[in-house]
């Protein structure tokens, strides 16, 4: 499986900005993860195969929107309300088999794209 993320940039405080994620490939749940300077990749948001169930990291609840499409193979993030906290390099990640629950552990997502630089000023 390989991913290509785009769409990242830079926006100012409470700008949107949307992340796509194309999977070549056969891919089961899909997710977004973050990495700002100095720290740790985190989860920012999954969702499943048929994408009826998602799982947000609290920080993003309300503010951002994960959705898939399977006919193209592409998974987004809507990414409304951003603040400079969400400054970080994105990486979209995918599954490479059926899980019962969408995982917050990047360890346990064998499948990573690129990553795409978003900055958001104050």
């Known amino acids: 499986v390989q991913l290509q993320a785009s769409g990242g940039g830079l926006v100012q405080a409470g700008g949107s900005l949307k992340l796509s994620c194309a999977a070549s490939g056969r891919t089961f749940s899909m997710g977004w993860f973050r990495q700002a300077p100095g720290k740790e990749r985190e989860f920012v948001a999954a969702?499943?195969?048929?994408?009826?169930?998602?799982n947000y990291q609290d920080s993003v609840k309300g503010r951002f929107t994960i959705s898939r499409d399977n006919a193209k193979n592409t998974v987004d993030l809507q990414m409304n309300s951003l603040e400079p906290e969400d400054t970080a390099v994105y990486y979209c990640?995918?599954?490479?088999?059926?899980?019962?629950?969408?995982?917050?552990?990047?360890?346990?997502?064998?499948?990573w794209g690129q990553g795409t630089q978003v900055t958001v000023s104050s």
């Open positions: 969702i499943s195969v048929g994408g009826g169930s998602t």
């Open positions: 990640a995918a599954q490479n088999r059926p899980r019962s629950y969408l995982t917050s552990n990047r360890n346990e997502w064998p499948h």
